[in-house]
């Protein structure tokens, strides 16, 4: 009886919580055009990944990656329809997310509500049916969980791929609620942050959107804490797809493979080790890459306006360097800006370089990327600098 009872007492407070939605109610906005993708931003996805047909958002599923608004969102109310076109598709709406990927992953920090095909399955670990959980570093605390941050609906409500979907996502001083089909399902509480962008998802299969809105609600105090990090006006110059922007020295080098998100390097019988060049020339810059040294004995070495002349050397090997890396097969985010020939440097976020002289270095020049041994890259972004 006292289960039943607790049980009678969590669907009660389910279903009072927050308002039922009202497909009259005012104050909605499109956050799509229908043909393109203004108000939005590819964090680390290319043009090809995101399209319009008939006033329907297509994403290809590749590479996973992420969409993002331009502004970003504290409290407000989201609707769109959703549908898979495989079995096993999987996406997911993020919500209060930083300005970029986090470090080692395609994904930014913030708060999923997941977009998962039913033919995935259910388990104890996740359903199909409108999960909310927190990543990378972003916090939550659940409302029907199972022991650990994931939030789990208390129906089965979603419906299978080729099948539309409905999701209404209202987002409020911290608390966030997901109606699958109408219904209120899911929970969650005490997240932070709780200002930040809205992102789409890519993650392998292909998915449609539609009738994707939003209604603002008034936003109440917030600590500085609880804010995502806003748009540093970063972007990605590696495509997931191909390596479009870049060359290979020398040019018939095969060492280099695209994998996806991530960028691989793994010499094989018959190969040389290969360096990669931006095609695209940078003066001031600031940039941020993440790098995975394979094994024991390799390395990696970066250079910013790569010339004959002079460049700026980021070199794993280096002491300022190597003492803030994590284990070999680990993932190190390394962050920084040159301008007016200094350098400075975070790796994994501890100083490195603080203004480091680099001398007799020309105006501009290319990135290059030079490999000793297995290595991969990933989260490559660069910002103009006044």
């Not at 911290?174 to 997240?191: E, F, I, M, P, W």
Request: net charge negative.
């Amino acid at each position: 009886m006292r289960h039943a009872h607790c049980s009678l007492l969590l669907i009660a407070f389910l279903t009072t919580w927050l308002p039922a939605a009202d497909p009259d109610e005012s104050g909605f906005q499109p956050l799509f055009n229908g043909k393109d993708l203004t108000g939005w931003v590819r964090t680390n996805t290319p043009p090809e990944t995101w399209t319009f047909q008939d006033g329907m958002l297509i994403c290809s599923g590749k590479p996973i990656g992420e969409l993002r608004t331009q502004r970003m969102y504290q409290n407000f109310i989201m609707e769109l329809e959703w549908r898979h076109m495989v079995p096993r598709g999987n996406a997911g709406v993020f919500i209060w997310a930083d300005d970029i990927t986090s470090r080692g992953v395609p994904f930014h920090r913030g708060i999923e509500v997941q977009v998962l095909e039913n033919a995935y399955g259910n388990t104890n670990s996740h359903t199909t049916h409108g999960d909310i959980f927190p990543i990378h570093g972003a916090t939550m605390t659940p409302i029907n969980g199972r022991g650990g941050s994931r939030a789990f609906p208390t129906e089965e409500r979603s419906k299978a791929s080729p099948e539309w979907n409905h999701y209404r996502i209202t987002c409020q001083d911290g608390k966030v609620s997901l109606a699958v089909n109408g219904k209120v399902v899911t929970r969650g509480q005490d997240c932070s942050p709780r200002k930040g962008y809205i992102c789409l998802e890519s993650e392998g299969g292909i998915v449609h959107y539609r009738n994707a809105r939003i209604k603002e609600l008034p936003n109440t105090p917030i600590d500085d804490a609880d804010v995502a990090v806003a748009d540093r006006g970063y972007r990605s110059i590696y495509t997931g797809l191909d390596l479009s922007g870049w060359t290979r020295e020398p040019a018939e080098g095969k060492a280099w493979r695209v994998n996806d998100w991530i960028l691989s390097h793994d010499v094989h019988e018959g190969d040389e080790e290969t360096t990669l060049l931006t095609v695209e020339q940078f003066g001031d810059l600031g940039f941020v890459f993440d790098a995975r040294i394979k094994e024991e004995g390799a390395s990696l070495k970066v250079r910013l306006r790569n010339t004959p002349l002079a460049s700026a050397l980021i070199d794993t090997e280096a002491p300022e360097i190597a003492k803030h890396l994590e284990r070999t097969g680990s993932w190190n985010r390394f962050e920084g800006t040159y301008s007016n020939n200094l350098l400075t440097l975070t790796v994994n976020g501890k100083e490195a370089y603080k203004g480091r002289s680099i001398e007799r270095n020309a105006e501009t020049g290319s990135i290059s990327i030079s490999p000793k041994g297995p290595s991969d890259l990933a989260n490559i972004y660069v910002r103009n600098l006044p």
